[in-house]
């Protein structure tokens, strides 16, 4: 099995949209995630079919029982996290700040604080055309997101490891749920988009790639809209010796293909189609490169 | 007056508003600007200048391996798995620690203290006379975005008047950007990724108890589902951007639409009395 993860740095450059055409034309069984579990799209293009839900329990967080606190103050002295504050006659523990660490259980002298359990997301196992489909939701607001992406994972190579591609729909920026997204993986595909924004956070999250050894390839989306920075972007994928191996132009197809919730592939003949059948070629000799290395 | 800039769903143009409307605000007064999207900022790209920087540091356990005796109480009590107690010696994961400073309280030899670690730096800029610039940076590979995130945030606390360009998601980033605010603008565009997002966006919000308004960005006239999705939970839609090759050119190429087309300033304006509308001050 090759493990893909399709990422990009800056949010909004098309990852899903691109993810969920690979799928549709990348050859072989496939099983999919979408680790974008903040704002999960991928389910949204592919017609699901779900199969069951998993609750996610992320990290256990502290719970005061106003009965017994003394309110003496000692757990928000201690809390790193400005967490637990005075409320009536007890304190209290605000979950959206609490990180877990149990210190305020450590300290309490009346034993009035506790770890509870909480769940802060759901897993979801789903059927599609192209195979199974991993996803996850996040309680809007709540922590743990890279434990979350984790437990996506893992479900999907637990229930499909005989795949031969294992294709991921990844999150924006270089923190914690993009780094648990590209652990182990073998290959990323950067998606990225000609502006100064889009070159500034490519050579960010190359950087954070680097320091886990995928093999590292780029594309870029709507590349007509600005040439210059185009060939700016094409530049410096030279120079870092990143292969360059998609260019989708601007097509108003892709958005009317969101809307009516299938990848663009099966919108019919239009430019960007044809561009990511090219990018799916590359793609496909670059992963066979790969496994021949392996 | 702290306005934060949040989406749910990335590159629907939060930077875009957050920039022009510190931009237009700084015409006729004094704004601080903080770029809160930590692992990838992009604000200082608009406002190139001169900036200081500041290391962001947390708090890491260093263990005294002479005073040790391998009790393995730390380890134990670590809630985050950073500490491994061998019969040799004690493993530290530093990526893995939150900083909360349990092992130094739980280690009955005291065996334990804390050095400063960095994981990021925050970058302090005056691009425009009235425009005051703060960026954190995650330092790449750490995934710890909160503690930078909260450091931006404190280097303006004593700002009159400040917008905090937010992180896409929902997460403990956002939520770190928003907490404090006093209202908040989400910024979508009118898809079923942009809808399915900004729905989450709006959950935060409530939870938080922060006032939102919606602007839709990259408007193609399609916008019904998106309205009808504002009416039926009583948010106001305070701004609609067209979508015109022309404004995504000025945006991808590192320029303020409020430059090169003033007209556009009184409608940042306005964004702005609707945000102090929102937030119930005059």
Redesign the interface.
Known sequence: MIRLAVI??????GK?MITAALADLLPGTLVLADCD???A?LA?LLDPELIRTEPFIG??SAVIDPAVCTACGECEM?C??DAVHAEGDAYRVNP??C?????CV??CPVKAVT?QPRQTGEVMYSQTERGHLVHAR?V???????LLVHAAKKMALEQDRDCDLFLIDG??????????TISGVDVVLIVT??????L??LR??V??CR?FRPQILVAINRFD??ES?TDSIRKWCAEEKIPLVGLIPFDAVV?DS??Q?IPVTRAGASPAAQAIQILKTNLKQELTHYNNKR | MKIAIASGKGGTGKTMVAANLAFTLSQTCQVTLVDCDVEEPNLHLFFPAPATVADVNVAVPVINETTCDRCGICGEFCQYGAITVLASRVLFFPELCHSCGGCTLVCPKSAIHEVPKRIGTVTFATPLPRLNLVTGYLDAGNPHAVPVIRAAKKAAENDNLVICDASPGTSCPVVETLDGCDACILVTESTPFGMHDLELAVDVAERLGIPAGIVINRSDGQDQATLDFCTNHGLEVIMTIPFDRGIAAIQSRGDLLCRVRPEWLKAFSALYGKCCALAGVD
């Open positions: 990009s740095g800056k949010g909004g450059t899903t579990v903040d704002a799209n949204l990290m256990k201690h790193r996290f959206i700040r990180e877990g660490c149990a210190v450590h300290v770890m996040l809007p607001g709540a922590g743990n997101s890279g999150p924006p920026g270089t923190g914690c749920p993009l780094i648990s988009e000609p502006s100064v924004s889009g500034h956070d960010r999250v950087a954070v320091q809209l600005d920075l958005i969101v809307r919730g």
